[in-house]
C-alpha cells in the first residue's frame, strides 16, 4: 500500500466550524442533520400522508389474511414476504420525500475552503484538507456542506485503522470544479452509480442508506454529478462535479 498524503499527527490544525462563508455570511444550514431529519414542506408532508393510507390499509389485511392461511406453508411464506416488503416501502416513502424536499437556494459565491472545514467538523474523524487555497464555486454553502460530509463520513468509515486519512481536495478541469474525496479503504464493490446510490440501501449497521442518495440531489440542484472510481493502488475516489464559477 503506497504511503497517503496524511497520518496520525500530520493533519492541519482546525479552523472552527463558525468561520464565516464568502461575504460574511457564517454557514447557516447544520451539515449534519441528514434529509432525513429535516421536516417536509406542507405540501410533501400532505402528498405522505395521502400516500401512507393505503399502505397502513394494505398491513392491516396482510394480518388478517395471516390467520387464514396459517395451514398453508406456500402462502404464509407469501404473506411474510408481502408484510416485510410493504414495511420497507413504509419505511423507503418518507425517506424518499425528505430527499426530494431539498431544495437549493439561489446560486451565489461561497466560500468553498469554509465549507470543507465545517464537513471536516462534521464528519467526527480525522480528514486531510490538499488545497491550500480553494477554486470559486457558485451554490448553496449550507447544501453543499452537507454533501461534503456525507461523502467524508463514508470515506472514514471506510478507512480500517492504520490506513492514511482520507483526503479531499478540489481542482477546476475544463467547465467543471471537482470536489474529490480519497480514501485508502477497502474499496467500492461497483464504480456504476446506479448500483451505488440506492434508496435505503447500506452494508453498514444502524445506517438508514440516504448518504449518496442526498448527495447526488445536491450535484443535481447543481447541475452537477456524482462519480466513483476504484484506483489501481485501492481505496476508492468519489469527486462531486459542479460547474465553473463564471
Same mark, same amino acid.
Given at each position: 500500500?503506497?504511503?497517503?498524503?496524511?497520518?496520525?499527527?500530520?493533519?492541519?490544525?482546525?479552523?472552527?466550524?463558525?468561520?464565516?462563508?464568502?461575504?460574511?455570511?457564517?454557514?447557516?444550514?447544520?451539515?449534519?442533520?441528514? %434529509?432525513?431529519?429535516?421536516? @417536509?414542506?406542507?405540501? +410533501?408532508?400532505?402528498?405522505?400522508?395521502?400516500?401512507?393510507? !393505503? $399502505?397502513? &390499509?394494505?398491513?392491516?389485511?396482510?394480518?388478517?389474511?395471516?390467520?387464514?392461511?396459517?395451514?398453508?406453508?406456500?402462502?404464509?411464506?407469501?404473506?411474510?414476504?408481502?408484510?416485510?416488503?410493504?414495511?420497507?416501502?413504509?419505511?423507503?416513502?418518507?425517506?424518499?420525500?425528505?430527499?426530494?424536499?431539498?431544495?437549493?437556494?439561489?446560486?451565489?459565491?461561497?466560500?468553498?475552503?469554509?465549507?470543507?472545514?465545517?464537513?471536516?467538523?462534521?464528519?467526527?474523524?480525522?480528514?486531510?484538507?490538499?488545497?491550500?487555497?480553494?477554486?470559486?464555486?457558485?451554490?448553496?454553502?449550507?447544501?453543499?456542506?452537507? %454533501?461534503?460530509?456525507?461523502? @467524508?463520513?463514508?470515506? +472514514?468509515?471506510?478507512?480500517?485503522?492504520?490506513?492514511?486519512? !482520507? $483526503?479531499? &481536495?478540489?481542482?477546476?478541469?475544463?467547465?467543471?470544479?471537482?470536489?474529490?474525496?480519497?480514501?485508502?479503504?477497502?474499496?467500492?464493490?461497483?464504480?456504476?452509480?446506479?448500483?451505488?446510490?440506492?434508496?435505503?440501501?447500506?452494508?453498514?449497521?444502524?445506517?438508514?442508506?440516504?448518504?449518496?442518495?442526498?448527495?447526488?440531489?445536491?450535484?443535481?440542484?447543481?447541475?452537477?454529478?456524482?462519480?466513483?472510481?476504484?484506483?489501481?493502488?485501492?481505496?476508492?475516489?468519489?469527486?462531486?462535479?459542479?460547474?465553473?464559477?463564471?
Amino acid at each position: 500500500m503506497p504511503a497517503g498524503p496524511g497520518g496520525a499527527g500530520g493533519n492541519p490544525s482546525r479552523v472552527p466550524p463558525d468561520r464565516e462563508g464568502a461575504g460574511g455570511n457564517p454557514l447557516t444550514v447544520p451539515p449534519d442533520q441528514d %434529509a432525513g431529519r429535516r421536516p @417536509l414542506p406542507p405540501d +410533501l408532508a400532505r402528498l405522505l400522508h395521502d400516500v401512507r393510507g !393505503p $399502505l397502513n &390499509s394494505l398491513t392491516l389485511h396482510v394480518k388478517l389474511l395471516e390467520s387464514a392461511a396459517m395451514d398453508d406453508a406456500t402462502a404464509e411464506a407469501a404473506l411474510r414476504t408481502t408484510k416485510e416488503q410493504l414495511a420497507r416501502l413504509t419505511e423507503m416513502l418518507p425517506a424518499a420525500f425528505a430527499v426530494v424536499a431539498l431544495e437549493a437556494a439561489s446560486p451565489r459565491p461561497v466560500d468553498l475552503g469554509a465549507i470543507m472545514e465545517v464537513a471536516r467538523d462534521q464528519s467526527g474523524g480525522q480528514v486531510t484538507l490538499a488545497n491550500t487555497s480553494w477554486p470559486p464555486l457558485l451554490g448553496d454553502e449550507g447544501l453543499l456542506a452537507l %454533501a461534503v460530509a456525507h461523502l @467524508l463520513r463514508n470515506a +472514514l468509515e471506510a478507512t480500517p485503522p492504520g490506513r492514511p486519512w !482520507p $483526503l479531499v &481536495s478540489a481542482k477546476v478541469a475544463g467547465d467543471e470544479t471537482l470536489i474529490e474525496v480519497r480514501d485508502w479503504g477497502t474499496g467500492l464493490p461497483t464504480t456504476n452509480p446506479k448500483l451505488l446510490i440506492k434508496l435505503m440501501h447500506s452494508t453498514k449497521r444502524g445506517h438508514r442508506g440516504l448518504g449518496l442518495v442526498t448527495v447526488e440531489r445536491i450535484a443535481r440542484l447543481h447541475q452537477g454529478s456524482l462519480r466513483f472510481e476504484s484506483p489501481p493502488e485501492g481505496g476508492a475516489l468519489v469527486t462531486l462535479a459542479l460547474p465553473v464559477a463564471k
